[in-house]
């Protein structure tokens, strides 16, 4: 899986967020993507558990998201990940 996520990316910046809950949203932007994995860019991605619920505007449905790594303020997570 490794190698998909070190495809090329397509920079996207686009706007979306992560559900915590259904009361608490916290906003994202996405800075590159691929066909398996997203990065996003967030004030304090310490909030956002390893599994999460993505929803962008290009998405039909919320993704179901898996952390692959993260920093204090950038998460990438695969969407496609067979989980």
């Not at 695969?78 to 989980?83: A, L, N, P, Q």
Request: proline letters at 4%; hydrophobic letters at 45%; aromatic letters at 8%.
């Amino acid at each position: 899986m490794i190698y998909e996520l070190k495809e090329k990316c397509a920079v996207a910046f686009e706007s979306g967020a992560i559900f915590l809950n259904e009361h608490t949203l916290v906003p994202v932007v996405v800075c590159s993507r691929t066909k398996v994995s997203v990065r996003l860019v967030l004030l304090d991605a310490d909030v956002v558990p390893d599994i999460f619920l993505l929803k962008l505007a290009s998405f039909q449905t919320l993704q179901v998201c898996k952390t692959v790594w993260r920093t204090p303020e950038i998460i990438e997570a695969c969407y496609d990940c067979g989980t």
